[in-house]
């Protein structure tokens, strides 16, 4: 398996509050991607990076923010969390660009 | 936008039966094609890709697909499918050209392997 990791894997908070989801990389890939998955829907992507510092909107992007500052970590932000965000989200890296794409683990984000 | 169908939502089969699932894209240009499973619990583990040359690929576990251009369709088969293949698979295609970052998935298919 790819060496990703996110952190943390479980969690559970209450609407209103900020929540910061952790994707780190041992790969040295260049692109890195955050997804949400929930029934009936597939993977939707939220957010995605082409590089340090350079991140572009997904297909689902409202309410999320994210942050690259270093090739192997890539934060997902939600503000404000609101229970509609409550899905397992997955983290993924490819290299080259179109490349396959690996997943981490998930984390199962719980909003009350 | 591009956009990827998966005809089954839901499908048993017994052991040692065979397995076709059904995938579909609707963009007209050159794409890359994979097909992704997820056993209960887990991450996604990339079963298969296509990007150029024959179209028909074989992954691992016995899993094979075929690109068939003319129909925009990329099924999964398998000759004999087996209890441990009980799992979610989910068919993505992303454009091969210049500025597209993105993979697009099927919406999946739950497979379940009955004893």
């Known amino acids: 398996d790819a060496g990703i990791t996110q952190s943390p894997r479980h969690k559970v908070t209450e609407t209103g509050t900020p929540v910061t989801l952790r994707c780190h990389q041992t790969?040295?890939?260049?692109?890195m991607y955050w997804y949400r998955q929930d029934p009936g829907h597939g993977l939707r992507l939220i957010h995605y990076?082409?590089?340090?510092?350079?991140?572009d909107k997904g297909e689902v992007s409202d309410g999320y923010s994210v942050s690259r500052s270093k090739t192997e970590d890539f934060l997902l932000t939600l503000e404000s969390a609101t229970s509609s965000q409550t899905s397992v989200y997955f983290c993924a890296i490819s290299e080259p660009l179109l490349g396959p794409q690996f997943f981490g683990p998930g984390t199962r984000l719980t909003v009350l | 936008a591009q956009s990827v169908s998966q005809h089954n939502h839901h499908v048993i089969l017994s052991e040692a039966a065979s397995l076709e699932l059904g995938c579909n894209y609707s963009?007209?240009?050159?794409?890359?094609l994979f097909w992704y499973v997820q056993y209960p619990g887990q991450h996604l583990q990339l079963l298969l890709k296509?990007?150029?040359?024959?179209?028909l690929v074989k992954g691992i576990k016995g899993f094979e697909a075929e690109f068939i251009k003319s129909k925009f369709s990329f099924n999964l088969r398998k000759p004999s499918v087996q209890w441990s293949d009980t799992a979610e698979y989910f068919c993505?295609?992303?454009?091969?050209?210049?500025?597209?970052?993105?993979?697009?998935f099927g919406k999946g298919t739950k497979l379940s392997v009955i004893p």
């Open positions: 790969e040295n890939h260049r692109y």
């Open positions: 296509y990007f150029s040359g024959d179209p």
């Open positions: 963009y007209g240009g050159t794409v890359n």
């Open positions: 990076s082409y590089g340090v510092k350079d991140t």
């Open positions: 993505a295609v992303t454009l091969s050209g210049a500025g597209s970052y993105q993979l697009t």
